[in-house]
Nanobody
């Protein structure tokens, strides 16, 4: 059974930083692209960033480019999201997800990810 457990969310002032973690189990973590999505109140879930199985490729939504950094530690089966210069519009529940197909390029399509964590709340106050 694949499990993804996010942590690291919280309340932060605008301009601050947070680091989210997602610990994975039940799948050969090192062979799957991992991604972060987020869902703000009243809005649809949206893509934030993804990292390839090897860590060699990443992609970001325009709204977070230059502020957020995704990374992974395959030895620890963990993916991270470093969020800097946070804005109130970054307030959302953040979810990590794993690609349904191993060893392929990064994808931003939500329907290409088959396992999801429970989410962690990030709130940015102005």
């Amino acid at each position: 059974q694949v499990q993804l457990v996010e942590s690291g969310g919280g309340l932060v002032q605008a301009g601050g930083s947070l680091r989210l973690s997602c610990a994975a189990s039940g799948r050969t973590f090192s062979t799957y692209t991992m991604a972060w999505f987020r869902q703000a109140p009243g809005k649809e879930r949206e893509f934030v960033t993804a990292i390839s199985w090897s860590g060699g490729a990443t992609t970001y939504a325009d709204s977070v480019k230059g502020r957020f950094t995704i990374s992974r530690d395959n030895a620890k089966n963990t993916v991270y999201l470093q969020m800097n210069s946070l804005k109130p519009e970054d307030t959302a529940v953040y979810y990590c997800a794993t690609d349904r197909i191993a060893r392929r390029w990064v994808t931003m399509r939500e329907d290409e990810y088959d396992y999801w964590g429970q989410g962690t709340q990030v709130t940015v106050s102005s």
